[in-house]
């Protein structure tokens, strides 16, 4: 038992960081006036919740009236998917909003390799002529893999000039769920080349249940709320001011610490890396072996042979908060789908822990959650009769 | 120009108060977890969560079970109708979002009197044997109109009764989007006779974007939106923690205080309406005469030749905020759907200002309102020639 606590659980929850509380606390006081009223208080309210639009927007590359403003990353895809109506490609390491609106249409999944990445060339051969739809996610969430999303929007804009030229009318858009990227990678929309992006507050240490579907022109979005016509009609229901002003705040915070911090993540999970690996050399490491290819703060382990959940457990006494794979599934306790795409064998599945660095890790931390783990997988290994 | 700042629209936009926002803070600070997470820090957020719902399941006299969190009472409204394909019946006066939602349907729109009520006898005319859905508002945001909704299950439950009888097995589901109620009326679903019930927390002094849905065991709820498998499986996304808890005190404490305010708010509409009534004999006020028909902290009035879009912005350099209507039209500058439904005049619609007093709103304050009301009425009426 502890006093110590190291969270390294980032890629599940963020804390919203000061700066980002105090932009939100005046919305949930003082000014929480119903950015629809007419009078002056309100119309103040309105012009910061614009003001927070095109902040988002300018983070993005896009222009205000692009971003759609949803209940979080979840509502965005969905948003996303309900565009099209036709059948959908995506790839089968997905998050699970992805995979289940992927699942309410026609839809091919293609495979990922053993680390994660999906090949472009795969979704080219998904494509046919019917297909409206395509969504990669910019990183995977559960094993870091960055997907090559501007390859992919390769393929589509040439099966676009292939339709072009045949004279076919099918439209053919490109979504990618960018939330799990843009703490370290650029999340500028026009330069992935995509017609829709997704992005959560809660990944960049803003609050929960806010984020936006950004959309291109071409793009005409769908309701999936119905009501008074806020969001331009495809998103009603009165505004959280708090959270858009909240996200855009903490997405500024984010863009202007974006390089330093996916070095300084890096290096910390490599720490992280080397000093697990020098303790168990048949620790199986998830995901590319690249650092170009992964997320710089996210480390997936696998002790085959043992339990993630005992590990987990054996863990929060010592004060280490890991995961076992992506938030929702883990408290399912069902085998990560991510891994079962890439091929994992069943044992490495089950003995998988997620661990994700954030803004407050450091050294220390670091190096006491790698003490801690090695105590721990030593003493669950004995207990089982598992040499590693 | 004034100083002195007198909101008297809480149907609007209520506030967070500082109970709430306490109760809040903690899960935008230390507690910011993953519910879905596998460690104790989340699984104690988890734990919080799901007792904020019992709290609330309990105020409704429902268990938590039956309570979906959804992103505010438009999302709820939108998911109580997705529960049906066929035909839904509901009123003309209904919120932007109910409308909304039944013309996505096969829909029958029954009208309301001249004071904003509807008629059970209406809603018994309008059914079928193919309805599947009625939804009337427990009260109208606009006019302040209590809707008899008790009886309007009566209605239903003798449908469902011939039905049985008939060997039909079409089902039938009563909803109220009692969000405009809350305050002041009980809201417990069970004895409202209703299968489906929307509730606010932006409305009770609560967040906004923070709402639920109850649903009777015989309601098999659809999803929006479809993703972690959150809320049982119909409304996926890491869950809004603080939200959830900051609506389950904001109704703690306006059940707790229900019955007083209820009565201290229709004093003091009583006395605004006196004050106004005896400087403008000509006033309409619209919705039920009878205060038990009426919400208690609700005015409508219109000054016939009168804008209220003058009106409105002439009284917010006096300090004193007031609507025109709904928030969501009034941006919009439209006609109210509301007044049209109750058959009044262009210029009564013209003139409407929905002035509704809240939990702040003092004596001294409806005597400055009805003061500033006064001489910006009559300033007004003197330069269009208007006498009133």
């Given at each position: ?54 902040t ?9 009236g692009?971003?759609t ?6 509502e ?39 680390n ?124 959280n ?19 330093g ?18 303790s ?12 170009a ?96």
């Amino acid at each position: 038992m502890t006093d110590r606590q190291v969270y390294l659980d980032f890629g599940a929850a963020t804390p919203v960081v000061p700066e980002v509380l105090e932009a939100m606390l005046p919305y949930l006081g003082e000014r929480f006036y119903n950015p629809s009223a007419p009078y002056a208080l309100a119309r103040g309210v309105r012009a910061d919740l614009e003001a927070a639009r095109a902040t988002l927007a300018r983070l993005i590359g896009a222009r205000p009236g692009q971003v759609t403003l949803t209940a979080g990353a979840t509502e965005a895809n969905n948003l996303a998917f309900a565009v099209v109506d036709g059948p959908v490609v995506t790839d089968a390491a997905e998050h699970e909003s992805v995979l289940a609106c992927a699942k309410a249409h026609d839809h091919t999944l293609v495979r990922v390799g053993a680390n994660g990445r999906v090949d472009p060339a795969d979704i080219a051969a998904a494509l046919t002529p019917q297909t409206q739809l395509v969504s990669v996610e910019l990183a995977n969430g559960e094993v870091g893999a960055i997907q090559p999303v501007r390859a992919i929007a390769t393929v589509v804009q040439e099966e676009r000039a292939r339709r072009l030229e045949a004279g076919e009318r099918m439209p053919l858009y490109l979504h990618t769920d960018a939330s799990q990227a843009a703490l370290t990678h650029s999340v500028n929309a026009s330069t992935l080349g995509v017609d829709l992006m997704t992005l959560s507050a809660a990944k960049v240490y803003g609050p929960k249940q806010v984020g936006l579907l950004w959309s291109s022109d071409d793009v005409r979005l769908r309701p999936l709320v119905r009501g008074g016509g806020q969001e331009g009609g495809v998103r009603s229901g009165t505004e959280n001011v708090a959270g858009v002003v909240g996200f855009a705040r903490a997405l500024e915070l984010a863009s202007a610490r974006r390089k330093g911090e996916a070095k300084r993540l890096a290096s910390l999970r490599n720490r992280l890396q080397r000093q697990l690996q020098a303790s168990f050399p048949t620790m199986v490491v998830s995901g590319p072996v690249r650092d170009a290819q992964r997320l710089p703060g996210l480390l997936h382990v696998a002790f085959p042979g043992l339990e993630a959940g005992r590990l987990v457990i054996a863990l929060e006494r010592r004060g280490v908060s890991v995961g076992t794979g992506s938030a929702c599934a883990a408290s399912r306790m069902q085998a990560s789908h991510v891994l079962e795409a890439m091929g994992a064998s069943p044992e490495v599945a089950r003995g998988s822990l997620r661990i994700t660095l954030g803004g407050p890790t450091t050294e220390q931390d670091v190096d006491y959650a790698a003490e801690q783990i090695c105590q721990v997988v030593r003493a669950e290994a004995a207990r089982v009769g598992v040499s590693l």
